[in-house]
Nanobody
Framework: QVQLVESGGDFVQAGGSLRLSCVVS????????MRWYHQPPGKAREWVAT???????NYVDHVKGRFTIARDNAKSTVYLQMNSLNTEDTGVYYC?????????WGQGTQVTVSS
């Protein structure tokens, strides 16, 4: 059974930082691409960042220079370090992976940024 469990969401003031974690089980973590998505209140879920099994990374433009995605294969965990947070970063953050053409999502973790 594949499970993705996010944590680390919190209430933070604008300009602050948070680190999200996603622990993965049930798949061969080290070879899977991992992604973070963001769903703002009342809006669609949107892709934020990807890290490949090799460690290559890619980001949506508006988080470049502020967010960093990383992975620890020994812990089967993917992280999202978020700095210089602003109110538009508010929402639920989900981690995602795909295995055997099946999409897997975590339950999400809430980030609230106050001005």
């Amino acid at each position: 059974q594949v499970q993705l469990v996010e944590s680390g969401g919190d209430f933070v003031q604008a300009g602050g930082s948070l680190r999200l974690s996603c622990v993965v089980s049930g798949i061969r973590f080290e070879t899977n691409n991992m992604r973070w998505y963001h769903q703002p209140p009342g809006k669609a879920r949107e892709w934020v960042a990807t890290i490949t099994g090799r460690g290559d990374t890619n980001y949506v433009d508006h988080v470049k220079g502020r967010f960093t995605i990383a992975r620890d294969n020994a812990k089967s965990t993917v992280y999202l370090q978020m700095n210089s947070l602003n109110t538009e970063d508010t929402g639920v953050y989900y981690c995602h992976t795909k295995s055997n053409n099946i999409d897997y999502w975590g339950q999400g973790t809430q980030v609230t940024v106050s001005s």
